[in-house]
Protein backbone atom coordinates (compact mmCIF):
# COMPACT_ATOMS: atom_id res chain seq x y z
CA UNK A 1 0.00 0.00 0.00
CA UNK A 2 1.14 3.54 -0.62
CA UNK A 3 1.90 6.37 1.39
CA UNK A 4 0.29 9.12 -0.51
CA UNK A 5 -2.30 10.59 -2.80
CA UNK A 6 -1.50 12.71 -5.52
CA UNK A 7 1.06 14.84 -2.59
CA UNK A 8 -0.80 14.23 0.12
CA UNK A 9 1.44 11.67 2.18
CA UNK A 10 -0.25 10.03 5.13
CA UNK A 11 1.02 8.65 8.44
CA UNK A 12 1.18 4.67 9.34
CA UNK A 13 -0.76 3.16 12.05
CA UNK A 14 -1.01 -0.66 12.12
CA UNK A 15 0.30 -0.60 9.18
CA UNK A 16 -2.18 1.48 7.63
CA UNK A 17 -2.31 4.60 5.79
CA UNK A 18 -4.53 7.38 7.05
CA UNK A 19 -5.48 10.89 6.66
CA UNK A 20 -6.19 12.22 9.56
CA UNK A 21 -9.08 13.28 10.76
CA UNK A 22 -8.44 17.06 11.28
CA UNK A 23 -8.21 16.55 7.11
CA UNK A 24 -5.67 19.18 8.01
CA UNK A 25 -2.04 19.29 6.39
CA UNK A 26 1.24 20.89 6.63
CA UNK A 27 2.52 21.54 3.40
CA UNK A 28 6.26 21.07 3.05
CA UNK A 29 8.32 23.45 0.07
CA UNK A 30 11.39 23.06 -1.49
CA UNK A 31 14.21 25.06 -0.10
CA UNK A 32 15.59 25.30 -4.01
CA UNK A 33 12.20 26.49 -5.49
CA UNK A 34 9.86 27.15 -2.67
CA UNK A 35 7.39 25.09 -4.95
CA UNK A 36 5.35 22.42 -3.05
CA UNK A 37 6.57 19.22 -2.50
CA UNK A 38 3.73 17.75 -0.78
CA UNK A 39 1.38 17.62 2.33
CA UNK A 40 1.54 15.58 5.92
CA UNK A 41 -1.24 15.06 8.17
CA UNK A 42 -1.28 17.66 10.95
CA UNK A 43 -2.61 15.17 13.47
CA UNK A 44 -4.56 15.31 16.28
CA UNK A 45 -3.12 13.89 19.78
CA UNK A 46 -6.08 11.56 19.62
CA UNK A 47 -4.33 9.47 16.87
CA UNK A 48 -0.97 10.13 17.91
CA UNK A 49 -2.41 8.43 21.34
CA UNK A 50 -3.62 5.64 19.05
CA UNK A 51 -0.14 5.45 17.43
CA UNK A 52 1.97 5.14 20.91
CA UNK A 53 -0.87 2.98 22.59
CA UNK A 54 -0.52 0.61 19.49
CA UNK A 55 2.86 0.57 19.82
CA UNK A 56 2.81 -0.30 23.17
CA UNK A 57 0.88 -3.37 22.61
CA UNK A 58 2.81 -4.63 19.76
CA UNK A 59 6.26 -4.51 21.80
CA UNK A 60 5.54 -7.59 23.69
CA UNK A 61 5.32 -9.85 20.79
CA UNK A 62 7.73 -7.89 18.93
CA UNK A 63 10.44 -8.60 21.98
CA UNK A 64 9.49 -12.25 22.50
CA UNK A 65 9.92 -12.13 18.26
CA UNK A 66 13.58 -14.24 17.90
CA UNK A 67 16.48 -11.80 17.41
CA UNK A 68 17.59 -13.33 13.86
CA UNK A 69 14.27 -12.88 12.39
CA UNK A 70 14.44 -9.46 13.85
CA UNK A 71 17.81 -8.95 12.37
CA UNK A 72 16.11 -10.61 8.74
CA UNK A 73 13.44 -7.86 8.83
CA UNK A 74 16.47 -5.11 8.91
CA UNK A 75 18.09 -7.21 6.22
CA UNK A 76 14.79 -7.09 3.70
CA UNK A 77 14.23 -3.46 5.02
CA UNK A 78 17.83 -2.13 3.36
CA UNK A 79 17.63 -4.19 0.85
CA UNK A 80 14.30 -2.40 -0.19
CA UNK A 81 15.67 0.81 0.41
CA UNK A 82 18.80 -0.02 -1.90
CA UNK A 83 16.31 -0.93 -4.66
CA UNK A 84 14.19 2.59 -4.36
CA UNK A 85 17.73 4.62 -3.56
CA UNK A 86 17.19 6.94 -6.90
CA UNK A 87 13.51 7.35 -6.19
CA UNK A 88 13.88 7.86 -2.27
CA UNK A 89 17.09 9.88 -3.62
CA UNK A 90 15.50 12.24 -5.31
CA UNK A 91 12.69 13.05 -2.47
CA UNK A 92 15.61 13.71 -0.24
CA UNK A 93 17.46 16.15 -2.87
CA UNK A 94 14.08 17.87 -3.66
CA UNK A 95 12.38 17.95 -0.14
CA UNK A 96 15.55 19.20 2.15
CA UNK A 97 17.30 20.81 -1.08
CA UNK A 98 20.62 18.41 -1.44
CA UNK A 99 22.67 17.53 -4.11
CA UNK A 100 21.18 14.13 -5.96
CA UNK A 101 24.64 12.43 -5.50
CA UNK A 102 24.42 13.10 -1.62
CA UNK A 103 21.20 12.46 -1.25
CA UNK A 104 21.05 9.06 -2.90
CA UNK A 105 24.29 8.69 -1.19
CA UNK A 106 22.79 8.94 1.74
CA UNK A 107 20.13 6.12 1.13
CA UNK A 108 23.00 4.07 0.80
CA UNK A 109 24.86 4.84 3.89
CA UNK A 110 21.64 3.92 5.41
CA UNK A 111 21.23 0.85 3.88
CA UNK A 112 25.04 0.21 5.18
CA UNK A 113 23.86 1.13 8.94
CA UNK A 114 20.36 -1.14 9.29
CA UNK A 115 22.65 -4.03 7.86
CA UNK A 116 25.59 -3.41 10.20
CA UNK A 117 22.61 -3.12 12.59
CA UNK A 118 21.45 -6.28 11.60
CA UNK A 119 24.74 -7.92 12.70
CA UNK A 120 25.77 -6.47 15.68
CA UNK A 121 22.12 -7.20 17.68
CA UNK A 122 22.77 -10.29 16.88
CA UNK A 123 25.66 -10.57 18.76
CA UNK A 124 24.47 -9.15 22.06
CA UNK A 125 24.36 -11.89 24.41
CA UNK A 126 24.51 -10.71 28.17
CA UNK A 127 26.58 -11.37 30.36
CA UNK A 128 27.63 -14.35 33.68
CA UNK A 129 29.00 -12.25 37.59
CA UNK A 130 30.40 -14.61 39.63
CA UNK A 131 29.80 -13.56 43.49
CA UNK A 132 33.13 -14.35 45.12
CA UNK A 133 35.14 -11.69 42.76
CA UNK A 134 33.81 -8.95 45.18
CA UNK A 135 35.13 -8.79 49.26
CA UNK A 136 32.87 -10.93 50.87
CA UNK A 137 31.00 -12.33 47.99
CA UNK A 138 30.15 -15.92 47.77
CA UNK A 139 30.68 -18.05 44.49
CA UNK A 140 27.14 -19.45 45.12
CA UNK A 141 25.67 -16.43 43.80
CA UNK A 142 26.05 -15.70 40.03
CA UNK A 143 24.50 -13.06 38.34
CA UNK A 144 22.80 -14.08 34.74
CA UNK A 145 22.77 -10.18 33.28
CA UNK A 146 20.33 -10.34 30.64
CA UNK A 147 19.55 -7.63 28.00
CA UNK A 148 15.87 -6.20 27.54
CA UNK A 149 14.80 -3.83 25.58
CA UNK A 150 13.22 -0.35 27.38
CA UNK A 151 9.43 -0.75 25.56
CA UNK A 152 8.38 1.69 22.66
CA UNK A 153 10.91 4.51 21.54
CA UNK A 154 10.60 7.66 20.36
CA UNK A 155 12.21 8.71 17.38
CA UNK A 156 12.73 11.77 16.40
CA UNK A 157 14.99 13.57 13.08
CA UNK A 158 16.24 16.02 11.75
CA UNK A 159 15.60 17.94 8.12
CA UNK A 160 19.10 17.54 6.88
CA UNK A 161 19.72 13.84 7.25
CA UNK A 162 16.04 12.77 6.97
CA UNK A 163 16.27 8.96 5.97
CA UNK A 164 19.88 8.08 7.36
CA UNK A 165 19.35 9.96 10.63
CA UNK A 166 16.10 8.30 11.36
CA UNK A 167 17.03 4.75 10.40
CA UNK A 168 20.23 5.53 12.59
CA UNK A 169 17.41 5.01 15.62
CA UNK A 170 14.54 3.08 14.38
CA UNK A 171 17.18 0.22 13.22
CA UNK A 172 18.59 -0.20 17.14
CA UNK A 173 15.76 0.43 18.57
CA UNK A 174 14.11 -2.24 16.65
CA UNK A 175 16.97 -5.06 16.71
CA UNK A 176 17.14 -4.51 20.46
CA UNK A 177 12.80 -5.24 20.54
CA UNK A 178 11.37 -2.18 21.23
CA UNK A 179 8.82 -0.43 19.12
CA UNK A 180 8.71 2.70 17.54
CA UNK A 181 7.14 5.56 17.33
CA UNK A 182 8.74 7.57 14.82
CA UNK A 183 7.96 11.21 13.98
CA UNK A 184 10.07 13.44 11.49
CA UNK A 185 11.02 16.53 11.20
CA UNK A 186 8.13 18.98 9.09
CA UNK A 187 11.02 19.07 6.40
CA UNK A 188 12.36 16.11 5.54
CA UNK A 189 8.82 13.98 6.58
CA UNK A 190 8.22 12.91 2.99
CA UNK A 191 11.72 11.26 2.80
CA UNK A 192 10.59 9.56 6.32
CA UNK A 193 7.75 8.29 5.52
CA UNK A 194 8.91 6.48 2.10
CA UNK A 195 12.02 4.84 4.44
CA UNK A 196 8.96 3.56 6.34
CA UNK A 197 6.94 2.74 3.05
CA UNK A 198 10.17 0.80 2.53
CA UNK A 199 9.81 -1.03 5.85
CA UNK A 200 6.12 -1.80 5.32
CA UNK A 201 7.10 -3.36 2.22
CA UNK A 202 10.05 -5.82 4.05
CA UNK A 203 7.08 -7.47 6.29
CA UNK A 204 6.81 -4.89 9.22
CA UNK A 205 4.66 -6.43 11.82
CA UNK A 206 1.65 -4.24 12.63
CA UNK A 207 2.24 -1.50 14.86
CA UNK A 208 6.04 -2.19 15.35
CA UNK A 209 6.95 1.03 13.96
CA UNK A 210 3.84 3.49 13.53
CA UNK A 211 4.43 7.72 11.89
CA UNK A 212 3.11 10.43 13.44
CA UNK A 213 3.38 13.86 11.94
CA UNK A 214 1.99 17.46 12.66
CA UNK A 215 3.61 20.04 14.05
CA UNK A 216 5.53 20.30 16.89
CA UNK A 217 3.48 22.72 18.24
CA UNK A 218 0.35 20.42 18.17
CA UNK A 219 1.54 17.26 18.86
CA UNK A 220 5.51 18.09 20.40
CA UNK A 221 4.99 17.75 23.89
CA UNK A 222 2.05 15.82 24.19
CA UNK A 223 4.12 12.84 22.33
CA UNK A 224 7.59 13.28 24.34
CA UNK A 225 5.53 13.45 27.45
CA UNK A 226 3.30 10.26 26.81
CA UNK A 227 3.67 8.24 29.98
CA UNK A 228 3.66 4.74 27.34
CA UNK A 229 7.02 6.30 25.53
CA UNK A 230 10.10 4.45 27.41
CA UNK A 231 12.91 5.82 25.93
CA UNK A 232 13.54 9.22 23.40
CA UNK A 233 16.16 9.29 20.88
CA UNK A 234 16.15 12.74 19.41
CA UNK A 235 18.61 14.48 16.94
CA UNK A 236 17.58 18.63 16.12
CA UNK A 237 18.62 21.67 17.70
CA UNK A 238 19.70 22.32 20.66
CA UNK A 239 16.82 23.95 22.89
CA UNK A 240 14.78 21.73 21.38
CA UNK A 241 16.69 18.78 22.82
CA UNK A 242 16.67 21.20 25.87
CA UNK A 243 13.27 21.39 25.97
CA UNK A 244 12.59 17.53 25.46
CA UNK A 245 14.83 16.91 29.03
CA UNK A 246 12.90 19.27 30.86
CA UNK A 247 9.76 17.66 29.75
CA UNK A 248 10.61 14.01 29.37
CA UNK A 249 10.78 12.83 32.84
CA UNK A 250 12.35 9.59 34.18
CA UNK A 251 13.23 7.87 30.69
CA UNK A 252 16.32 7.33 29.27
CA UNK A 253 17.61 10.11 26.28
CA UNK A 254 20.02 10.05 23.93
CA UNK A 255 20.28 13.36 22.74
CA UNK A 256 22.33 14.59 19.35
CA UNK A 257 22.43 18.71 19.44
CA UNK A 258 24.46 21.36 18.01
CA UNK A 259 27.80 21.83 17.72
CA UNK A 260 30.64 24.28 17.04
CA UNK A 261 33.27 22.35 15.94
CA UNK A 262 36.69 24.08 15.80
CA UNK A 263 39.67 23.42 13.54
CA UNK A 264 43.06 24.49 15.82
CA UNK A 265 46.02 24.57 13.27
CA UNK A 266 49.24 24.38 14.73
CA UNK A 267 52.50 25.80 13.25
CA UNK A 268 53.72 22.83 11.88
CA UNK A 269 50.47 21.78 10.06
CA UNK A 270 50.20 20.61 6.73
CA UNK A 271 48.21 23.77 5.48
CA UNK A 272 47.49 22.42 2.13
CA UNK A 273 45.52 19.47 3.44
CA UNK A 274 44.60 21.50 6.43
CA UNK A 275 42.53 23.88 4.41
CA UNK A 276 41.46 20.86 1.72
CA UNK A 277 39.64 19.49 5.06
CA UNK A 278 38.35 22.63 6.41
CA UNK A 279 37.06 23.24 3.22
CA UNK A 280 34.89 20.35 2.95
CA UNK A 281 34.11 20.48 6.54
CA UNK A 282 32.89 23.88 6.33
CA UNK A 283 30.81 24.26 3.12
CA UNK A 284 29.63 20.64 2.13
CA UNK A 285 25.64 21.24 2.27
CA UNK A 286 26.28 24.98 2.85
CA UNK A 287 27.38 23.77 6.80
CA UNK A 288 24.30 22.58 7.42
CA UNK A 289 25.38 19.40 9.75
CA UNK A 290 25.89 19.28 12.91
CA UNK A 291 29.73 18.09 12.59
CA UNK A 292 30.28 20.93 10.43
CA UNK A 293 33.77 23.04 11.21
CA UNK A 294 31.84 25.80 12.17
CA UNK A 295 35.32 28.31 13.17
CA UNK A 296 39.48 27.90 13.16
CA UNK A 297 41.18 28.63 15.56
CA UNK A 298 44.95 29.34 13.90
CA UNK A 299 48.30 29.88 15.48
CA UNK A 300 48.96 33.90 13.87
CA UNK A 301 52.53 32.99 12.41
CA UNK A 302 50.50 30.65 8.99
CA UNK A 303 47.36 32.93 9.62
CA UNK A 304 48.12 34.50 6.84
CA UNK A 305 48.53 31.57 4.65
CA UNK A 306 45.94 29.61 5.89
CA UNK A 307 43.62 32.47 4.96
CA UNK A 308 44.39 32.80 1.33
CA UNK A 309 44.45 29.16 0.95
CA UNK A 310 41.01 29.07 2.01
CA UNK A 311 40.21 31.76 0.15
CA UNK A 312 41.62 30.56 -3.08
CA UNK A 313 39.70 27.12 -2.65
CA UNK A 314 36.73 28.84 -1.60
CA UNK A 315 36.63 30.51 -5.06
CA UNK A 316 36.62 27.18 -6.65
CA UNK A 317 33.91 26.23 -4.59
CA UNK A 318 30.47 25.51 -6.94
CA UNK A 319 27.42 27.68 -6.02
CA UNK A 320 24.18 27.44 -6.57
CA UNK A 321 21.22 24.84 -7.41
CA UNK A 322 21.32 21.32 -5.13
CA UNK A 323 20.03 19.86 -8.37
CA UNK A 324 22.61 20.93 -10.50
CA UNK A 325 25.21 19.55 -7.69
CA UNK A 326 26.36 22.67 -6.01
CA UNK A 327 28.03 21.92 -2.50
CA UNK A 328 26.90 25.61 -1.41
CA UNK A 329 23.27 25.45 -2.01
CA UNK A 330 20.26 27.29 -0.47
CA UNK A 331 19.74 27.02 2.85
CA UNK A 332 16.62 25.36 4.19
CA UNK A 333 14.14 28.42 4.99
CA UNK A 334 14.06 31.55 5.19
CA UNK A 335 14.44 32.02 8.89
CA UNK A 336 17.94 30.12 8.53
CA UNK A 337 19.25 32.53 5.89
CA UNK A 338 17.98 35.76 8.22
CA UNK A 339 20.03 34.16 11.23
CA UNK A 340 23.41 33.69 9.36
CA UNK A 341 22.99 36.93 7.07
CA UNK A 342 22.75 38.60 10.71
CA UNK A 343 26.11 36.93 11.78
CA UNK A 344 27.94 38.34 9.08
CA UNK A 345 26.53 41.94 9.72
CA UNK A 346 27.07 41.73 13.05
CA UNK A 347 30.76 40.41 12.61
CA UNK A 348 31.19 42.98 10.18
CA UNK A 349 30.09 45.90 11.98
CA UNK A 350 32.86 44.60 14.75
CA UNK A 351 35.49 45.30 12.78
CA UNK A 352 36.05 41.61 11.41
CA UNK A 353 37.22 41.36 7.71
CA UNK A 354 35.27 39.61 5.05
CA UNK A 355 38.29 37.75 2.84
CA UNK A 356 35.11 35.93 0.42
CA UNK A 357 31.51 35.85 -0.04
CA UNK A 358 29.06 37.78 2.60
CA UNK A 359 26.37 38.37 0.06
CA UNK A 360 22.99 36.89 -0.01
CA UNK A 361 20.53 35.91 -3.05
CA UNK A 362 17.09 34.71 -1.62
CA UNK A 363 18.28 32.00 0.97
CA UNK A 364 21.35 31.15 -1.18
CA UNK A 365 24.05 32.89 1.10
CA UNK A 366 27.85 32.93 -0.64
CA UNK A 367 30.57 30.50 0.80
CA UNK A 368 31.33 33.19 3.22
CA UNK A 369 35.31 33.22 5.25
CA UNK A 370 35.38 36.07 7.95
CA UNK A 371 38.89 36.65 9.27
CA UNK A 372 40.13 38.29 12.53
CA UNK A 373 36.91 37.30 14.38
CA UNK A 374 36.68 38.17 18.02
CA UNK A 375 34.99 36.85 20.79
CA UNK A 376 32.46 39.51 20.92
CA UNK A 377 30.84 38.89 17.65
CA UNK A 378 28.48 36.27 17.72
CA UNK A 379 29.64 34.12 14.86
CA UNK A 380 32.79 33.17 17.54
CA UNK A 381 29.94 31.48 19.40
CA UNK A 382 26.64 30.30 18.28
CA UNK A 383 25.79 27.68 15.93
CA UNK A 384 26.07 29.10 12.15
CA UNK A 385 24.56 26.03 10.62
CA UNK A 386 25.31 27.76 7.12
CA UNK A 387 28.20 28.42 4.76
CA UNK A 388 30.39 31.23 6.69
CA UNK A 389 33.35 30.41 8.35
CA UNK A 390 35.24 32.68 10.84
CA UNK A 391 38.82 32.89 11.37
CA UNK A 392 40.20 33.34 15.15
CA UNK A 393 43.65 34.15 15.13
CA UNK A 394 45.24 33.24 18.12
CA UNK A 395 49.00 33.89 19.91
CA UNK A 396 49.29 29.86 21.20
CA UNK A 397 47.62 26.91 21.53
CA UNK A 398 46.88 27.57 25.18
CA UNK A 399 44.64 30.58 23.72
CA UNK A 400 43.15 28.29 21.50
CA UNK A 401 42.24 25.93 24.12
CA UNK A 402 41.20 28.66 26.39
CA UNK A 403 38.43 29.90 23.90
CA UNK A 404 37.34 27.05 22.91
CA UNK A 405 36.48 25.99 27.16
CA UNK A 406 34.30 28.50 26.87
CA UNK A 407 32.02 27.28 24.63
CA UNK A 408 28.84 25.85 24.91
CA UNK A 409 29.25 22.98 22.50
CA UNK A 410 30.95 20.07 22.63
CA UNK A 411 30.37 17.47 19.83
CA UNK A 412 34.26 17.40 18.14
CA UNK A 413 37.17 19.55 17.45
CA UNK A 414 39.64 19.01 14.55
CA UNK A 415 43.85 19.40 15.34
CA UNK A 416 46.21 20.19 12.49
CA UNK A 417 49.63 19.66 13.55
CA UNK A 418 52.66 17.03 12.05
CA UNK A 419 53.33 16.08 15.74
CA UNK A 420 51.39 13.26 17.43
CA UNK A 421 52.48 14.09 20.43
CA UNK A 422 51.26 17.66 20.68
CA UNK A 423 47.94 16.45 19.71
CA UNK A 424 48.03 13.91 22.57
CA UNK A 425 48.28 16.34 24.77
CA UNK A 426 45.96 18.76 23.49
CA UNK A 427 43.05 16.05 23.10
CA UNK A 428 42.49 15.96 26.65
CA UNK A 429 42.07 19.30 27.16
CA UNK A 430 39.32 19.75 24.75
CA UNK A 431 35.95 19.12 26.47
CA UNK A 432 34.46 17.39 23.11
CA UNK A 433 32.85 14.01 22.28
CA UNK A 434 35.71 13.24 19.89
CA UNK A 435 38.59 14.82 18.44
CA UNK A 436 40.19 14.03 15.21
CA UNK A 437 43.40 14.09 13.98
CA UNK A 438 44.45 15.79 10.88
CA UNK A 439 40.87 15.55 9.48
CA UNK A 440 37.75 17.03 8.99
CA UNK A 441 34.62 16.40 12.15
CA UNK A 442 32.31 13.81 10.79
CA UNK A 443 29.89 11.17 12.65
CA UNK A 444 31.23 8.08 10.36
CA UNK A 445 32.02 5.43 9.82
CA UNK A 446 28.79 4.97 11.47
CA UNK A 447 30.17 2.00 14.13
CA UNK A 448 32.21 4.64 15.97
CA UNK A 449 30.96 6.21 19.09
CA UNK A 450 29.43 9.35 18.46
CA UNK A 451 28.99 12.19 21.46
CA UNK A 452 27.81 15.27 22.50
CA UNK A 453 29.25 16.53 25.47
CA UNK A 454 27.90 20.17 27.05
CA UNK A 455 24.97 21.63 24.89
CA UNK A 456 25.86 19.39 21.77
CA UNK A 457 24.09 16.17 23.36
CA UNK A 458 23.41 13.40 25.90
CA UNK A 459 24.49 10.06 25.91
CA UNK A 460 26.65 7.69 22.70
CA UNK A 461 25.03 6.99 19.26
CA UNK A 462 27.41 4.71 16.59
CA UNK A 463 25.36 1.32 15.89
CA UNK A 464 27.03 -0.47 18.68
CA UNK A 465 26.22 2.36 21.84
CA UNK A 466 22.97 3.20 19.78
CA UNK A 467 22.05 -0.63 20.84
CA UNK A 468 23.30 -0.31 24.61
CA UNK A 469 21.22 3.18 24.40
CA UNK A 470 17.72 0.93 23.76
CA UNK A 471 18.31 -1.95 26.18
CA UNK A 472 18.51 -2.38 29.88
CA UNK A 473 20.19 -4.88 32.18
CA UNK A 474 17.79 -7.35 33.70
CA UNK A 475 19.77 -9.16 36.40
CA UNK A 476 18.78 -12.67 37.38
CA UNK A 477 20.96 -13.84 41.00
CA UNK A 478 21.03 -17.93 40.95
CA UNK A 479 21.89 -18.65 44.88
CA UNK A 480 23.74 -22.29 44.42
O1 LIG B 1 24.10 16.73 11.37
C1 LIG B 1 24.47 15.84 12.13
C2 LIG B 1 24.98 14.58 11.59
O2 LIG B 1 25.01 13.58 12.59
C3 LIG B 1 26.33 14.74 10.97
O3 LIG B 1 26.65 13.61 10.25
O4 LIG B 1 29.11 13.97 10.05
O5 LIG B 1 27.94 12.31 8.63
O6 LIG B 1 27.60 14.73 8.26
P1 LIG B 1 27.88 13.66 9.25
Same mark, same amino acid.
Given at each position: ????? %?LK???????????????K???????? @??????????????????????????????????V???????????????E?K???????A?????????????V?????????????????????M????????S???? /???????????? $? !??P??Y?? +??????? /?P?????? @?????? /???????????VEA???????????????????D????? #?T????N? !????????T?????Q??K???????????????V???? %????? $???????????????? @???????V???????L?SK???????????????? $? @????? !?????????E?? !???????????V????????????TL???????????????????????????????????R??????Q?????? +???????? #?????V???????????G?D??????????????????????S?????V?????
Amino acid at each position: MKATE %DLKYQFLINNEWSKSTTDKWVNIFAPE @TNELVGSVPAMSQEEVDKAVRLAKEAQVKWADTPVHERSNLLYRWADKLEERKNEIGAMIALEVGKSPSSAVGEVVRTAEIIRYTAEEGVRIHGELMKGDSFPGGSKNKL /ALIQKEPLGVVL $A !ISPFNYPV +NLAAAKV /APALIAGN @TVVFKP /ATQGAISGILMVEALVDAGLPESVVNVVTGRGADIGDFV #VTHPDINM !ISFTGGTKTGQDIAQKAKMIPLVLELGGKDPAIVLADA %DLEHA $ADQIIGGAFSYSGQRC @TAIKKVFVIDTIADELVSKLEAKIQKLKVGKASEE $A @TVVPL !INEKAADFVEGL !IIDAKSKGATIVAGGSRTDNLIAPTLIDHVTDDMVVAWEEQFGPVLPIIRVSSVFEAIELERKSEYGLQASIFTK +NVQDAFAL #VSKLNVGTVQLNGKPERGPDHFPFIGVKNSGLGVQGVGRSIESMMRDKVMVINL
